[in-house]
């Protein structure tokens, strides 16, 4: 199951294209004020562009049809209510239940960091479930994520409530989405690799047995 998840979600590359539209809605609504028609109209573009390229290329488009449709939904909020900020409300509450999502799976010890590391770094294998130390180090792992998601939503909803902060929520999703998540990336990488530098990453050549 993990490697057709891999292979549906497009890896790291599938991440990062997820994000793409809520940047530029968010560059073009701070940058050009009493410009939101604008802002949406370019985040759906971008958000359908990413998905026909994939598909052109023959390429999974799953991960690319759920960010659209997460965008979309945003952008009809927006659109009808004429305010920025319900755009991120999809976004927020998306966030905030990933965070409860990631801290409810170390309770169950089945780490969400451990699964998606085999999603995107290990093909869909699920091999550090054999190695307690590895559980151990990805329910760490999984409650840092879990916490940093939950208390960057958590001003997010703030900020949206207040109903006043709309450039000031846009610049906090840029700087608490690709930067926080790229940190975080690299603190998983850099502790899994530590524990198991190589293992996994690519499986082991097999060794020739003699007679």
């Known amino acids: 199951m993990t490697e057709q998840i891999s292979q549906q979600l497009g890896g790291v590359r599938g991440l990062i ?83 409860v999502a990631l801290l409810g799976s170390v309770a169950f010890k089945h780490p969400l960091v451990g699964w998606g590391w085999s999603i995107i770094a290990g093909e869909g294998k699920a091999n550090w479930r054999d190695d307690a130390r590895l559980v151990s180090l990805f329910g760490w792992l999984t409650a840092l994520w879990g916490t940093v998601f939950l208390l960057k939503n958590v001003v997010r909803l703030w900020m949206y409530l207040d109903g006043g902060m709309a450039n000031v929520l846009g610049v906090f999703t840029i700087l608490s989405g690709y930067p926080v998540t790229a940190a975080l990336f690299l603190i998983t990488f850099w502790a899994v690799r530590r524990r198991r530098p190589t293992e996994l990453i690519q499986p082991a050549p097999a060794t020739e047995t003699t007679t």
């Open 17 to 99: 294209e997820s994000g793409i539209p809520v940047g530029v809605f968010v560059l073009i609504n701070v940058l050009w004020d009493d410009q939101l028609r604008w802002a949406i109209g370019a985040a759906v573009g971008c958000a359908v562009s990413i998905a026909v390229i994939r598909a052109l290329r023959k390429q999974p488009i799953r991960h690319a049809i759920n960010g659209l449709f997460g965008i979309a939904l945003g952008a009809w909020l927006a659109w009808n209510s004429g305010d920025a900020n319900e755009f991120y409300l999809p976004g927020i509450l998306y966030g905030l239940g990933y965070g």
